[in-house]
């Protein structure tokens, strides 16, 4: 059969029109196919980038915290959404005051941001990590060990895609 059209298409007769129908709809439902696998492919990737933007923010912001609370002097305030500790900087034995800051303040925002503080001063707050899912991520304290749980929400759609990294720190200088 192929022989024959090839042949057909080499003379003057051209193409029927059911033959050009034919290969008109063959080439849409190519199309189709293609178009559909290259949006589901790019959908995949926007997710996976979220997710690792995500991971990277909560793993540098627990490396953070992990580092100061484990070389703090002392546990001043720790509540579900915040950490406060004790580091003596001038290591003078007392809690500094005014700008020394000795105070530093971890804080779970209700907005879902990780903040860090310092001597109680919130308007100088760094924001360290987004989209921290509030009512999954606390701190916890079972003596000079402060537990530290943080979910992050991977999809910004709001469906069911939270990653957890959660830790245990001893601090040593207490």
């Known amino acids: 059969m192929i022989p024959s059209i090839l042949t057909r298409l080499r003379g003057e007769d051209g193409v029927s029109l059911t033959e050009l129908m034919v290969s ?4 849409v439902l190519t199309l189709a196919i293609l178009l559909s696998w290259v949006s589901v492919m790019d959908r995949q990737e926007g997710f996976q980038a979220d997710d690792f933007e995500a991971l990277n923010e909560i793993r540098f912001a627990k490396a953070e915290m992990v580092k100061e609370f484990r070389f703090a002097d002392g546990i001043l305030t720790l509540t579900g959404d915040v950490a406060e500790v004790w580091v003596d900087h001038d290591l003078d034995g007392t809690i500094g005051t005014g700008g020394s800051g000795e105070r530093v303040t971890w804080a779970i925002t209700p ?6 503080f310092e001597d109680g001063d919130a308007s100088g ?18 003596g000079d060990i402060i537990h530290i749980t943080l979910v992050a929400d991977v999809d ?6 939270a990653r957890t990294i959660s830790t245990q720190v001893a601090v040593r200088n207490t």
């Open 111 to 116: 907005t879902g941001t990780l903040v860090r």
């Open 24 to 27: 008109t709809l063959v080439s």
């Open 156 to 161: 910004m759609s709001g469906g069911p895609s």
């Open 125 to 142: 707050a760094v924001v360290k990590a987004e989209h921290i899912m509030t009512a999954e991520s606390s701190f916890a304290q079972n």
